[in-house]
């Protein structure tokens, strides 16, 4: 039994090239035959003819020699009749020689007996011409021998009848022979022509219709149809793909089966998680129409989720400030953004909720889902605003004694109040070094409480922010010329506006240029740059000095956040970055920073630009 399908379609083959074989070698036994059939013909009878006729005509000759022996020339007839005799034999020793027909031999026989009768005759015919003349002679030609040679000339012909006939009929076998070969051959060529079709055709559909039913079931796979199962049952290398197709089949179902569950088991583990969660929080597809919401945002707006399922967001929660942060949040391509927002409820309420836009995004960075949750920020924003006003009541109460305290301090340095002596003079410079320090910490602490409490007064007007830098790096260029530290400005000429607060805004430069000169070394670099993205121009302060250990990177920005083991000389306040956080987000910015420990640091901050007008 063949199991390959190499094997049997080679044994196709060999069944086609032994039926061609079959016909090839009828054909050639047919044609041998008949090439057997016309050599008997023309080499057997045909010689026998040829021979009898010439032994024919010798044999008249003799008859003739005869008739010139008794009235013409007795010599002339002698030689006449035994040059025809030899002729005779001669000739006739080849029909001997060639018997191949049915009675020949016997009428060979016959003539070989009358023949030597009739060679006596003429022996006896010269004795009778001689003794009794020549009339006598007529009579005894005609008595004795006349009759003798028509026997043999009878028999002659009948030998060359014979022969005649046997070359007929060979004809005739040589025509049925060929007649059978053709026939023989049409049969053969058109078994051979209905065998070929009849194997190629059934070949085809057994060998070919398994590879249809596995490219059939491997689109079935394509199309979706992941449990197609195959039924071929042939032991060939086709039987054996399907098994293992069917084998991959099988798995797949598992497989999704099993992927399909755990999905199932997760995605209600994650709803269960979800509509837990004690904060409100909803799901909204890329077009703000919601998907899911939890039961506390269900409670915290008083509606129910399947009233609003499918609902767009300002249809089913009319708050127009926490859909503009979330429009804003996919406008502008954050995949992040948080935003303190205060709601005032019905009973006069108020809260403060810092809602958090985050975006799922498809594989082109599309936003395909948002999710937003609330977070309940309103006993911090309590907690902060009793510490703001604390420290800004502290800082207000320092303010008077301390501007005393200075003024003492210069009083006495100016040595209006008698002179000094050194040690008393190196007193007082301290007290007012450190007078101006504390004073400085109040003035920054007030600015900040201010800012914080909302209290703080900005004088937006659309601003030019090439300006502002220019005039912040012209602040500080010869500090740091006199530092050797390159402070090179790199920006874009001709930024667009921005809607700002100059001065702010120059505070914020002033002091990220200060820090940025503060921890650097001599030979160090700072560059200012700048670049437009969307709607916002970004301004970095590069720096290759100290660095910040990532751990500080975050917590730079939180008040009196400082990096230990610094230089207490240059340590300032560690108000500076909370205060320019806070301005910066006052006018819809960011600001953060990016650095490695002794190789420099990046503060960018960025701002939306006025639209140009065309
Ligand atoms: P300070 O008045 O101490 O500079 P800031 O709020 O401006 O306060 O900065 C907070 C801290 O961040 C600094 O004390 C310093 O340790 C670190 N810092 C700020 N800018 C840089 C900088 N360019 N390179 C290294 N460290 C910096």
């Known amino acids: 039994m063949v199991n390959t399908l190499k094997g049997k379609i080679s044994l196709v083959y060999i069944g086609l090239v032994f039926l061609i074989a079959v016909v090839g070698f009828t054909g050639f036994f047919n044609l041998y035959r008949l090439e057997k059939t016309v050599n008997n013909l023309m080499t057997a009878n045909y010689k026998s003819i040829s021979a009898l006729t010439n032994a024919f005509e010798a044999i008249e000759r003799q008859d003739s020699a005869m008739l010139i022996y008794i009235s013409v020339d007795r010599q002339k007839g002698i030689n006449l009749f035994t040059q025809s005799s030899t002729n005779f034999l001669k000739w006739f020793s080849i029909e001997e020689n060639n018997i191949t027909e049915l009675g020949e031999s016997d009428i060979v026989e016959g003539i070989n007996n009358n023949y030597g009768t009739f060679v006596k005759l003429f022996s006896e015919l010269q004795e009778v011409r001689n003794t009794n003349g020549e009339d006598a002679s007529v009579a005894f030609y005609d008595n004795k021998i006349m009759p003798i040679f028509n026997k043999l000339k009878l028999q002659l012909r009948n030998l060359i009848n014979i022969n005649e006939k046997a070359m007929f009929n060979s004809k005739t076998l040589a025509n049925n022979n060929t007649k059978r070969s053709m026939n023989m051959l049409l049969l053969l060529s058109g078994l051979t022509i209905i065998g070929g079709l009849v194997l190629s055709i059934y ?41 293992e197709f069917n084998q991959m089949t099988k798995r797949l179902k598992n497989y999704e089966q099993s992927t399909l569950g755990s999905l199932m088991a997760e995605k209600n583990k994650t709803m269960a998680i979800v509509k837990s969660i004690s904060s409100p929080m909803l799901v909204l597809d890329n077009n703000y129409r919601i998907v899911l919401i939890n039961n506390a945002c269900e409670n915290y707006f008083s509606i129910s989720e399947e009233n609003v399922l499918g609902k767009h967001f300002l249809e089913a929660i009319r708050n127009g400030e926490i859909f503009d942060h979330i429009s804003g949040t996919i406008e502008n391509s954050h995949d992040h953004n948080e935003k303190i927002i205060k709601t005032v409820k019905s009973d006069d309420e108020e809260n403060f909720y810092n809602v958090v836009v985050s975006t799922i995004n498809d594989d082109e960075e599309q936003p395909i889902s948002v999710i937003v949750t609330m977070q309940n920020v309103t006993e911090l924003k309590e907690l902060e605003k009793v510490k703001t006003d604390f420290i800004a009541t502290i800082s207000h109460e320092f303010k008077t004694p301390l501007t005393s305290i200075m003024m003492a301090a210069s009083m006495l340095s100016e040595d209006g109040m008698g002179e000094l002596n050194e040690v008393q003079k190196e007193t007082v410079e301290t007290i007012k070094e450190d007078g101006e320090k504390l004073s400085n910490l109040v003035s920054e602490l007030l600015e900040l409480s201010r800012i914080e409490s909302g209290n703080a007064i900005y004088d937006f007007s659309p601003c030019s922010i090439n300006l502002i830098v220019n005039e912040s790096i012209n602040n500080f260029i010869s500090i740091a010329q006199k530092r050797d530290i390159n402070l090179i400005n790199e920006l874009e000429i001709d930024l667009p506006l921005i809607n700002a607060d100059f001065e702010k805004i120059k505070w914020v430069m002033n002091n990220l240029i200060s820090n940025a000169l503060k921890y650097t070394n001599s030979g160090d670099f700072i ?6 993205e969307k709607n916002y121009v970004f301004i970095s302060v590069e720096d290759t000095g100290d660095g910040i250990p990532k751990e500080y990177i975050q917590k730079i920005f939180n008040k009196f956040v400082q990096v230990k083991g610094r230089d207490i000389e240059v340590r300032g306040t560690g108000l500076g970055l909370s205060v320019a956080k806070e301005i910066i987000t006052s006018h819809k910015g960011k600001i953060w920073a990016e650095s490695e420990l002794d190789a420099g640091s990046i503060f960018t901050f960025s701002l939306p630009t006025i639209k140009r007008e065309k």
Do not use: M, V, W
């Not at 079931?217 to 399907?242: M, Q, R, W």
């Not at 560059?527 to 437009?532: A, E, G, H, M, V």
């Open 527 to 532: 560059n200012i740059k700048s670049r437009i």
């Open 203 to 243: 070949f085809i559909k057994i060998f070919l219709g398994p590879l249809q039913k596995l490219s059939n079931g491997i689109s079935k796979i394509k199309g979706g149809e992941l449990y197609h199962h195959l039924d071929i049952n042939t032991n060939d290398e086709t039987g054996k793909l399907a098994e």
